[in-house]
Nanobody, 119 residues
């Protein structure tokens, strides 16, 4: 089992910045992917950004150039620096962890943190 604890989020004006953080604990596999997805009510959860433990990052086209993902592998923590926020970035953001090796490759999710961008 893996537990994810998120922090950050909140209310910000359009053009502003926010930083999300997520720390994983439990049965962490060394080679893994951590990142962020977001979901609006009634819509499918979508990728925002992920990063592997090796440092390979993947971004949704809609956030490229505005959001930056980073990791501290020693602390099993992932951060998402969000800049130039737009109203359409308003969503619940979920931290995600998935092992990329080993026997347990289940995806784990945080409880979600609300990001609201006022226009």
């Amino acid at each position: 089992q893996v537990q994810l604890v998120e922090s950050g989020g909140g209310l910000v004006q359009a053009g502003g910045s926010l930083r999300l953080s997520c720390t994983a604990s439990g049965s962490i596999f060394t080679i893994n992917s951590m990142g962020w997805y977001r979901q609006a009510s009634g819509k499918q959860r979508e990728l925002v950004a992920t990063m592997t433990s090796g440092g390979s990052a993947n971004y949704a086209d809609s956030v490229k150039g505005r959001f930056t993902i980073s990791r501290d592998n020693a602390k099993n923590t992932v951060h998402l620096q969000m800049s130039s926020l737009k109203a359409e970035d308003t969503d619940v953001y979920y931290c995600n962890y998935q092992a990329l090796g080993g026997w347990n490759r289940s995806a784990y999710w945080g409880q979600g943190t609300q990001v609201t961008v006022s226009s």
